[in-house]
């Protein structure tokens, strides 16, 4: 093959330029991605070898190493891991694979900062050499190929890259950074063993430079041709939890996840017993973009015995729990385990549901000592994780009473104030006579705050929790009930104050109810086709109309959310209730000569005081204007 010079695609040329700039000040995680990529590359390797060991071609001593020649100025990065064939380094080193690159361009902005965090979080990858590096040449050969079939890739990091056909001795890849100008500080010893040992220490794979000596005579070093392992090659999860340090910890969990922010917290087991196993997971502090994909891959590694098995595994968590980043490393599962056998391995079953109990104690130990420390980190886990931990009391019945506690919600307690509070904490608030947990759904905080519904609750400091989110009408299918108090949307139904209403109260609303039979009748006659029914409320103090969902129908705000998701749910017609004790409608209902139109602006304020939209608002506004006309001609000095 002759020389060939490619392009890369686009967003290569935008990542590239991106990170060079943005990067700038962190440029020495450089070696920690090359190192990185170079672990997978032998992870790859030796679990293909299970099947195939020819592979291997006699040298199974998996190692990587790393050069630097001060005189050409560059960094050599080489390993005997899998290699790339022709096709393969076209595509991985000239294009961007993983999915979400649209999602993360959108993000991008002009601060440096953010895009420094989120390229982080996306994983900066071989690409990140060009920080560094004015030209990078990557020699590569698969393994089990011939030596002939070698791949030399170059390029300068700009738009294009050459790829050419040469002999490579061994397999695998060796990358060759052509450091620019001013990075020589990189071409020292000293200064590369402390990059690795900082970022790569817990490698499992042993990384190998030149050992060098103290030339006291020339005062310089000298380099022995002795190779040395740097880092310490025990996994970090088989070490023992006293001795490992929790900058350690978190740098194990960044290493793992390209996330360049601490976890928020983690747990490191070891299960002992028939089903051997090592257990360390994480909560990350922030979501990743595909979070909300439900077919996401998982966030746990799976290792046999410290050899590197799968990743991504799903089956080792439910979905409800796929921001949970991690290892599992299994004493029991045999080296060739696929992922159809997964599925059904029993081993795998245990663990997953051990698995999923220990997450859900860490976060209750995460609300404990948030709670002692004065720290707030449950408050970030909910605002990043929370609706996807709600998923769960639909798919882990098993858990569900965990979950619940787990929950947290707006409420009217905190006075307008967009503060969270747990079932446990409102049921201790709960008032003497309360039967029932109260709760408003509605599209935003502000619309839900600001309905007519709450008014009799405001008025009788009756604490109603606010659900705002999309999920939370699927999970109330769920949540009927906690701790024997029933969950009663107060948008819905004939208002139940249960004994919270006094019999003085009960009596008033009975002859309220009488005295206005025919101008309900009336009522019923204008809007017929609109609503299934017209009655008098003792919900409403500054309102004068508000609509009800009859108890067995889904809620206004459901509609929307299928609305707005492409679907067309059938809507069942709602109920007017209307404020018996409200001036306007003593007035209405004297009125004669405009009495539909006054009717008409009665329905549609309703339906815009809890965020719905008119179907002809032009015909409530003609209505409005005729009103105020009136008005405007009785007064006199007009
Ligand atoms: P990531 O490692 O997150 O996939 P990178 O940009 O670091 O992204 O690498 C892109 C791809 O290039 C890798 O997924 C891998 O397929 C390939 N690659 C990079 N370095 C090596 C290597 N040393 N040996 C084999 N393949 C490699
Ligand atoms: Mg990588």
């Keep these: 093959m002759n020389k060939k010079i490619l392009n890369f695609q686009t967003e290569v040329k935008q990542l590239l330029k991106l990170m060079i700039n943005s990067l700038y000040s962190n440029k020495e995680i450089f070696l920690r991605e090359l190192i990185s990529n170079a672990s997978d590359a032998i992870d790859k390797l030796r679990f293909k070898s299970f099947k195939n060991n020819k592979l291997l071609e006699s040298d199974s001593n998996f190692k990587i190493e790393i050069f630097y020649n001060k005189i050409q100025k560059t960094i050599t990065i080489s390993d005997n891991g899998i290699g790339m064939t022709e096709k393969e380094i076209t595509l991985n080193l000239g294009t961007i694979a993983k999915s979400g690159t649209k999602e993360f361009f959108s993000k991008l902005s002009n601060n ?3 895009n420094a965090n989120l390229i982080g979080q996306f994983g900066v990858g071989f690409y990140s050499g060009f920080i560094v590096a004015d030209l990078i040449t990557v020699n590569s050969r698969k393994a089990g190929k011939p030596k002939e079939k070698g791949i030399s890739w170059q390029s300068k990091g700009t738009g294009e890259f050459s790829i050419e056909n040469i002999n490579k001795l061994n397999r695998g890849t ?10 020589e500080e990189f071409l020292s010893s000293w200064k590369l063993k402390l990059i690795i040992k900082k970022y790569s220490d817990h490698i499992s794979i042993p990384i190998l430079m030149y050992k060098e000596i103290w030339d006291k005579s020339k005062k310089k070093f000298f380099i022995t041709n002795k190779k040395e392992i ?40 070891k299960i002992e017993g028939n089903n051997e196993y090592i257990q360390l997971l994480y909560i990350p502090s922030k979501a990743q973009l595909d979070i909300w994909d439900r077919k996401k891959k998982g966030g746990l590694k799976l290792y046999s015995q ?20 991690g290892i599992i490393d299994s004493a029991n599962l045999p080296l060739n385990i696929s992922r159809e056998i997964l599925q059904d391995s029993k081993n795998i079953r245990i663990i997953k549901e051990n698995s999923t109990k220990k997450v859900l104690n860490m976060l209750e130990n995460l609300i404990k000592s948030d709670k002692k420390l004065k720290t707030k ?13 709600k998923e769960g009391l639909g798919e882990d019945i098993v858990n569900r009473k965990q979950i619940i506690n787990l929950l947290r919600f707006n409420s009217t307690y905190f006075n307008k104030k967009e503060k969270l509070t747990s079932l446990k904490k409102y049921k201790k608030r709960m008032l003497n006579n309360q039967d029932n947990i109260y709760y408003i759904t509605a599209e935003n905080y502000k619309t839900a705050i600001n309905s007519p519904h709450l008014e009799i609750f405001k008025k009788k400091n009756i ?8 999920i939370d009408e699927w999970i109330l299918s769920f949540l009927t009930e906690y701790k024997n108090k029933k969950l009663i949307s107060i948008a819905k139904g004939n208002l139940n ?5 006094t019999d003085e109260e009960k009596k008033q609303k009975k002859e309220k109810e009488k005295k206005f039979l025919k101008f309900i009748k009336k009522i019923k006659l204008i809007l017929k086709d609109k609503v299934q029914d017209v009655r ?11 609509l009800i969902s009859d108890e067995n129908d889904i809620s206004n705000n459901l509609i929307r959310i299928l609305k707005s998701s492409g679907q067309n749910p059938k809507k069942n017609k709602q109920i007017l209730e209307i404020n018996p004790k409200h001036l306007l409608i003593k007035y209405i209902k004297k009125e004669k000569e405009f009495f539909n139109e006054w009717i008409n602006i009665l329905y549609n304020q309703a339906i815009l005081s809890e965020g719905g939209n008119l179907t002809n608002p032009s015909n409530f506004i003609n209505n409005l204007n005729k009103i105020f006309a009136i008005i405007i001609k009785k007064n006199k000095n007009f």
């Design 112 to 114: 440096q900062k953010k």
């Design 174 to 183: 060796e990358v060759i950074l052509h450091l620019k100008k001013n990075e």
């Design 230 to 269: 740097i880092n310490n090659t025990q996994a970090l999860w088989t070490r023992n939890k006293s001795e490992i340090k929790i900058e350690e910890y978190n740098e194990f969990y960044k290493n793992i996840t390209n996330d360049n922010k601490n976890p928020l917290t983690y747990i490191h087991n």
């Design 306 to 325: 410290r050899v590197f098995i799968l990743d991504n595994v799903k089956q080792l968590l439910p979905p409800y729990l796929r921001f949970i980043k």
């Design 377 to 389: 980190k449950y408050k970030i886990f909910w605002k990043n994780f929370g609706n996807i931990l």
């Design 463 to 470: 604490e109603v929790l606010i659900l705002i989110d999309r």
């Design 497 to 501: 104050l249960g004994n919270l209403e």
């Design 536 to 546: 008098t409320t003792s919900r409403l103090i500054n309102s004068p109309a508000c």
